[in-house]
């Protein structure tokens, strides 16, 4: 019998949380108790219960103002976690053939804030492993994967989310230190499906990065190989677009399809 309630009442929280991730939710900002219930088909007092523990858990919010309830961060939070976990599994394999391909260590990236988190590594059988870079935040605007994640955005969004103060006092060896350079940049990588750098994160390292795109034709991630510009500084070009293509591949198991990005 107890079992038999539990499952009856997790089955109600489920279907509040599902009305509160719907459209209407997201369109208004959230739902009051009465729309909720409406909604979920169940009495005003039993959902105002329901919200009320969901709340105390970080899995609804409750808006002061508008007197409306949405999903809480502890929702969004275990699903990035979930999103990233299935993310690196997929592209496991894919980053093990382009290791294969170019002999050097490869990374899966994500944008975090202003910076870039190295989600999964691969190496050659025979590279020696030094710093693991996995859970590592690195500036983003030093690094081309952290350029490729932010390619899709416009002016206005670069420029909120890298302040020119913060571009110009950037070390002297980053490249691109103003906004117009950075959106030239987005371009280039428009253009070519990948982006380089050269010493601009540390001196003697190169790389190269190349979009991950969902089934939303969204930039989810990079792919990324970084290695001593004396071994791939003079395959630059030929890694980037051999990073490109796996970068294609991962993203049509992602669900997206070629030609399709984001408006």
């Given at each position: 019998m107890a079992a038999r309630t539990y499952a009856a009442g997790l089955r109600r929280d489920l279907d509040v949380l599902e009305v509160l991730g719907g459209e209407e939710a997201s369109r208004r900002g959230g739902l009051g108790v009465l729309r909720v219930a409406e909604l979920v088909g169940r009495?005003?007092?039993?959902?105002?219960?329901?919200?009320?523990?969901l709340a105390e858990e970080g899995l609804v919010e409750r808006d002061p103002e508008l007197l409306?309830?949405?999903?809480?961060?502890?929702?969004?939070a275990l699903a990035a976690r979930t999103a990233e976990a299935r993310l690196a599994e997929v592209a496991a394999p894919h980053l093990r053939r382009l290791v294969a391909q170019v002999h050097e260590t490869v990374h899966l990236c994500v944008l975090r804030g202003g910076g870039v988190l190295t989600l999964l590594s691969?190496?050659?059988?025979?590279?020696f492993r030094g710093l693991g870079w996995e859970g590592v935040s690195v500036p983003a605007p030093r690094t081309s994967a952290g350029r490729v994640l932010v390619s899709d955005l416009d002016r206005a969004a670069l420029t909120e989310w890298?302040?020119?103060?913060?571009l110009r006092a950037a070390p002297p060896q980053q490249r691109i230190r103003t906004i117009d350079q950075l959106v030239a940049?987005?371009?280039w990588i428009a253009a070519h499906g990948y982006a380089k750098v050269d010493?601009?994160?540390e001196e003697g390292l190169v790389g190269v990065s190349a979009p991950v795109r969902d089934f939303r034709g969204q930039i989810v991630a990079a792919i990324n190989i970084s290695a001593p510009k004396g071994r791939f500084g003079h395959r630059l070009d030929a890694g980037g677009e051999a990073t490109a293509a796996?970068?294609?591949?991962?993203?049509q198991d992602l669900g997206h399809r070629h030609g399709e990005a984001s408006p």
């Open positions: 009495e005003k007092t039993q959902v105002s219960r329901s919200l009320a523990s409306a309830y949405r999903l809480g961060w502890r929702v969004f691969e190496a050659p059988r025979h590279a890298f302040p020119a103060q913060e940049e987005t371009r010493g601009e994160f796996v970068a294609r591949q991962l993203s």
